[in-house]
């Protein structure tokens, strides 16, 4: 029995959905970057980053190949960084929404003193 679309699609946006996922892929769509940089930028450990790097590997949005004793890891594709621009405008465009109402909330508290 196959697993409906929608369901598929949440299964891949809850494994999108971890902080140091989302940052390597951040890193990831300015090039192939060697473990060792994604480390220096992450500031994990080793052993967290490696295991979200096997999670991001699984799911074929990743891939990684070997340069003598360095591992460079790059986006599997380039829809995986328009997915994350994407994600970059959207937030904006909410955080800019909630800073509006704020600055009303605020704006409606010092009409009420």
Not at 57 to 70: C, D, N, P
């Amino acid at each position: 029995m196959s697993v409906p679309l929608y369901q598929a699609k949440a299964e891949f946006f809850r494994m999108l959905g971890h902080p140091v996922r989302i940052r390597v892929l951040e890193l990831l769509q300015d090039g192939p970057t060697p473990v060792r940089d994604l480390l220096a930028a992450i500031e994990v450990e080793p052993s967290a980053l490696s295991q979200q790097l096997a999670v991001l590997r699984r799911s074929g949005i990743v891939v990684s190949r070997r340069e003598g004793s360095t591992v460079v890891y790059e986006l599997a594709g380039g829809d995986v960084a328009d997915l994350m621009r994407a994600a970059r405008r959207i937030l904006t465009e909410v955080l800019a929404g909630q800073h509006q109402l704020l600055a009303e909330l605020r704006d409606t508290e010092v009409g009420a003193e």
